[in-house]
């Protein structure tokens, strides 16, 4: 599950740009799934039940193969892992980013109250000015979020284009890979 969540958020970044001749590919090893092309969730579900949970599948030029070797489908994961790692980097630096949100929602609820009671204390000098404090207090707390949420933007900027990087290496890897595996006929022709 968190490998598919790593390839979908891969997938929002905007980071699945296919290469020329790859046209799609599926690597599926355990609960790991690697995927980029044309392929569905049906279309996974169709795959897993002809060759199980440990294979390469990829389209070059229209025309579906399989790889199913173990000694293959670990190189093909080697290339992958690098990745992989980084979008698990990446997915760790969202949780961050999504609990301080968490945070700033949370005193932004602090001020909308308290911002409803300082309308009602128009005639209380002394509480509208406690409010006051309350409500300046709490703006330093937000704005201390802000910057904190400001370097995680800037890291997880940094690691987007890592990530761009690393994608187009390990697009350009397995589609490599794929032409040895055909050339080696480790590939075989999908159906057969």
Known sequence: MRNL???????ILGVTEQPASLDSYVLRVGSSI??????????LGRLEERYGTRFFWFKRDGQAYVVSDAKQIERAMAIVRP???LGEKQAALGQKQAALGEKQAALGQ??????????????DEELREQLSR????LSRQQDA???QQEVLGRQQEKLGAEQERISDRVEQQLSDFADECIRKGVAKKAGQ
């Open 134 to 137: 309350e409500q300046e207090a």
């Open 34 to 43: 690697t995927m980029n092309g044309d392929s569905d969730v049906d279309g």
């Open 5 to 11: 969540l790593v390839m979908l958020f891969l997938a």
């Open 110 to 123: 602090k001020q909308a109250a308290i911002g409803a009671r300082q309308a009602g204390a128009w005639r």
């Open 145 to 147: 979020l802000g910057e």
């Open 83 to 85: 990745q992989q790692e």
